[in-house]
């Protein structure tokens, strides 16, 4: 049920709430400030539904970073002056027009990062070693003991490359964790880094030649939507696999399903998509792929992380202090 919103003048400041929050994490915010939302319907109409003098007394925005916070939605609530993003990702505001209208952005770098990385290598594990096909020959009843009926050997992770797009906070995890697994590792990044021992590749395309696992961890935006195209793909080759944990905008799903189809490359592991909750049946269907719902970060540890993190960034708000996660505006 929506938290009932106060509007009386000595009321605490109003915050908006763009996505579903756990009932623990409302409470909380229910004690410190005047809390509207989740809204009812699909977001944003159901932002502009609300009565105008609601919407004028918003003052923070709390969302994710794949809903879209755009020109049209900062103007439909004249005293906003935070957008909170729970998570890394900010894709969905438009930090120009944020900036223009003196609004702050935040989010919760880092939180998460231990728990995507975590599941990065599980999906890593789960395609490289054929687990999917496995599970289906084992649920159809093929299995009959480890006589012939077994699986076709194939190559492990021992010695093989992990190529990483983007290594930043969870992409550093998924680095460390990939060489505990005895993996080389390698990066593409906006700028090489001096801090890590990994090799660098200067671009995306070289990087899907040199490695076995492209693994997908940059941050999204405009600037690399469709970035791991069919040239991606084919110069991963036959013998390569995809694993994405960013965004589904970062990988042509209809190349991908191309390239799987015709054998050009040798699978995929998958938390996001591009049409998200949307997952096309021709990646279901195949053997080669495994797949989860987006829930990458979905551990009680991120969750609590982000939640302390935007308290922060409130806290700081509201009492006009330096905001502790701010967003660098374009």
């Keep these: ?23 623990g994490f409302a409470q909380r915010l229910a004690e410190l400030y005047a809390v509207v939302g989740p809204l009812p319907g699909t977001w944003p109409g159901s932002l502009h539904s609300l009565a105008s003098q609601v919407r004028a007394d918003v003052r923070a925005l709390l969302t994710i970073g794949i809903v879209p916070v755009s020109d049209a939605e900062l103007a439909a609530l004249p005293s906003l002056g935070l957008v909170a993003c729970f998570g890394s990702g900010y ?33 890593t594990i789960e395609c490289v070693r054929g687990l999917p096909a496995a599970r289906r020959r084992l649920l159809e009843g093929a299995w009959r003991g480890n006589a012939k009926e077994r699986q076709t050997p194939m190559p492990g992770l021992t010695g093989r490359k992990l190529g990483i797009y983007g290594l930043g906070a969870i992409g550093t ?5 990939a060489v505990a697994l005895e993996m080389d590792v390698g990066y593409h990044n906006r700028r090489r880094r001096d801090d890590v021992p990994y090799a660098y590749l200067a671009d995306l395309h070289a990087l899907a030649q040199w490695c076995d696992v492209l693994m997908i961890s940059v941050r999204a ?9 069919a040239n991606v793909l084919d110069a991963l080759g036959p013998e390569g696999y995809v694993v994405n944990i960013a965004r589904g905008s970062v990988v ?23 049409h998200e909750p949307d997952v096309p049946s021709a990646l279901l269907a195949h053997n080669n792929v495994a797949v989860t719902p987006h829930v990458g970060g979905n551990t009680t540890q991120a969750r609590d992380a982000m939640e302390r993190m935007v308290l922060a960034n409130l806290e700081a708000f509201f009492s006009s202090r330096p905001l502790r996660n701010p967003v660098p505006m374009p």
């Design 173 to 177: 995890k998924i680095a460390q964790r």
């Design 221 to 229: 935006d405009s600037t690399n939507r469709h970035a791991v195209d």
């Design 1 to 23: 049920m929506m938290p009932t919103h106060r509007p009386r003048a000595d009321a605490p400041p109003t915050v908006l709430l763009a996505a579903p929050v756990t009932s």
């Design 252 to 274: 042509d799903e209809n190349a991908l399903i191309a390239a799987l189809d015709a054998g050009r490359i040798a699978g995929a592991g998958l938390d996001v998509f591009e």
């Design 91 to 123: 894709e969905g505001v438009d930090r120009a027009a944020a900036q223009r209208r003196g609004i702050a952005v935040t989010h919760s770098p880092a939180a998460n990062a231990s728990s995507v990385a975590d599941l990065a290598i599980a999906l």
